[in-house]
């Protein structure tokens, strides 16, 4: 069996993180490609040896047309090739006519791939550039569109989804909340449409949570512990005021973040501005954030918006009690039975932290999470998906 994924790349983000999970359960027989559109990552070291990770050709001209404004983007081109660029500005005209914009694609992707797949994923979904490519370039018996996103929090551009998801076999979602919208928009692929949690690997999280905290974690403090990329929409800048009214309770506790990312400077002038930098420790990124997780006295994920939030399932394996704003990805959490749902606001997040500093609570939700049945059928839903 021949499968192609594509992929942005391999950060330790959730997408990625599922795609690792997912590769591992796949038979080891099978010849797996990926492609990439930046070839960078902390867990390109942890892909199976069955597993083939390229860089996409061009990947530099491909990257350029996906985020350069069409200005800068139209003085680079002239500079490289006059053809390349009266193409681009001929596409670009019928992009906006129709409002598509991965009509542009056709001046960058010239030929389709050699190889004959039994599968091909555009896993990094929504994205425009791997949707059109899965499906202009290449050559496959069953192609398969791979939703991680809340769609009704990101870009999302409905023009191209209805042009370009007809045309796939399957299209997966991790949550019922994505699948639904899809289907309610695009009604054609209600047939072809399936919703597939994230996969974990619960024994291999449970072995690496084993794994001895080096890091001067005190044990007589209340451990709070975020995971997650460090950009806007994952919600840190949301608790940094209440860190300081904790403070101020004269609470004693430690909020550990695990994450890198460009919004980082941003957090880091709130913690002076707030006065807190003795309450927070940035510990980076780490491929194994399962031990923090095991040392942790609480969970706390204070996302804007969130698809099927990986960690939050991390941390339930792990029986961490959980905090977590509402969104369509922390559905996972039943309020006031395996952990606290709370809004979106400052007020909320510190009455929730408040309520869970209460050890008895604490303990509540970990014998409910120990005692929770596991109802997941993502790994059977892969099986029927990839036919193994």
Known sequence: MKLLFFMINLNLGGTEKSFLNLVHVLPKSWEIDVILLENKGLLLEQIPANVNVTLISDNEMINDFIHTPPKPLCKKLFKKSFLVLSKYILLYTLSRIKKRHSIIYDSICYSKLNNIYDYAVAFAGPHDFITYYIINHVSARTKIQWIHFDLSSIYFSLNEAKHFYPKFDKIVSVTEVSTKMLIQKIDEIQNKTITIH????????????????YENIEDNIIKILTVGRLTHEKGHHLFIPVVARLKEDKINFIWYIIGEGTYKPQLLELINMYDVADRIVFLGS????????KYADIYLQPSLYEGYCITIAEAKILNLPIIATTTAGTNQIINNKNGLLVNTDEESIYTGI??????????FFKRNLYDEIDEDCSLNNIRVLFDF
Not at 198 to 213: A, D, P
């Open 286 to 293: 780490q491929l194994n954030p399962y031990k923090f997780l």
């Open 354 to 363: 408040k309520k869970m500093l209460d050890i008895k609570l604490r303990s």
């Open 198 to 213: 994230n996969f974990l690997n619960k024994g291999r999280i449970i072995e690496l949570s084993k794994e001895t905290v």
